[in-house]
């Protein structure tokens, strides 16, 4: 027996050995996991969140010689019409309130006049301010000048005074 007990030895020792390096190996094998998660956003452009137009009731220079109305219906529209330029140097005003509506973006103004008779008018504006952060307002305000006499006809003039507002990231 006693040939056999240390053959028996060698072998549960092996067994032992082996079970070890097998446990070993196992642990060994398990590595972290990850979990993700994976999607996407997308945003569309919605013209309802950005709205800039003309509010209240423009001022005028001469009421008797200046007509200045904003489109009720259409609030993106406002007139001018002015009459009683005799001599050179006569001019005449109207004032227009600017408010940018919007709930989260800043409004650039930029200005470009249209003017038909350059050679007898002179159109002219003062924007007071050029950019309006959400809710801001601002005037506008249009010069008309007779810059050219004699009149020997009628001179007449049609001008447009286009304003864009761009939309752009409010400053924080």
Excluded: C, H
């Amino acid at each position: 027996m006693n040939g056999n007990s240390g053959k028996t030895k060698t072998i549960i020792w092996v067994t032992l050995l082996l079970l070890v390096v097998v446990l070993g190996i196992g642990y060994a094998a398990i590595s972290t996991i990850q979990l993700r998660i994976e999607g996407s956003a997308s945003a569309d452009p919605n013209q309802t969140n950005f709205k800039v137009e003309f509010t209240g009731s423009p001022t005028v220079s001469t009421p008797s010689n200046v007509e200045a109305t904003i489109n009720p219906s259409n609030k993106l529209l406002a007139t001018m019409n002015v009459t009683g330029l005799t001599s050179k140097g006569d001019k005449e005003t109207a004032t227009f309130t600017i408010q940018n509506l919007s709930e989260d973006l800043s409004a650039q103004l930029t200005v470009g006049i249209e003017n038909s008779n350059e050679e007898y008018y002179k159109v002219t504006y003062d924007l007071k301010k050029g950019t309006l952060t959400a809710g801001e307002t601002t005037t506008i305000e249009v010069t008309i000048e007779l810059i050219k006499t004699p009149i020997d006809t009628t001179q007449e003039t049609d001008a447009v005074v286009a304003i864009s507002a761009d939309p752009v990231q409010p400053t924080e």
